[in-house]
């Protein structure tokens, strides 16, 4: 079955392991050698939170958007499933659905919550990925309690682009539910993000828009700092920068896919 994001037709592929279930929205390139990227979203979001970068990308690489269980249109699990099952699943697929049809590793790209997952993955499975690009990472210490991230994210709200809002909003409330999403909000709060980037093996490039009010500018550089191939760089708009400089975004993904092939070589 086709997917429909931006205009963009993908495949829908349904991933499940256990109890648990995957769904990634495929958009194959006509990219020589191919290439593949993967998008995991945040909390309460799904892959529709990358649809503004999605058709910039597909000329440059295989997309696979994914929806993390219980988020967006992939089966709500009947258990609570921390950051660790989220990025075990997401390795799971990239082995059986990329690594398993010939590509080379991804460049995975995690926003919010998804930088978690993705550093989780950088760290428990270095061969699942060969960059990891964390966009507004969340959850830096002193802020690990639910009502300074609402409000945080509150503020955030405020000054981003109203389609982005509304996407959220239907995600987060509609498809998602509110009962899942405070339990993945409490896993969110409690991740240290700090303890799992020294661990990764491969370049790890960590993103904020230059006006997010979720992750602070030290706290971006500080993670930058804690990867032992570590780099910071800042793009334009608020805590959904790849929203709002989806240029921006696809530049870097490309800058790693190359920096990848110069190392295979």
Known sequence: MLYRMSGA???TERFPVGDLTVVAHVTDSVEVPRRA???VHGVGSSA???RTAIPRLVPYGDVHAVDLPGFGSSPRPNR???VADHAALVAAYVRERILGAG????VLVGHSMGTQVVGQILAQFPDAASAGILVGPTAEPGSRSFPRQAARLARDAVGEPPAAMAVLLVDALVRCRFPYYLAQLRHVVAHRLEDVVPLAVAPVVVVRGR???VAGEPWVEELARLAPRGEHRTLRGRHH????DPGGLVALVIEAWQAAGRGAR
């Open 211 to 213: 006006r997010d009010p």
């Open 241 to 244: 920068a790849m929203d709002s």
């Open 80 to 82: 609570d499933v921390p």
């Open 9 to 11: 037709p993908s495949r």
């Open 48 to 50: 529709r939170a990358f």
């Open 37 to 39: 990227v993967v998008l």
């Open 103 to 106: 590509l080379p590793a991804p």
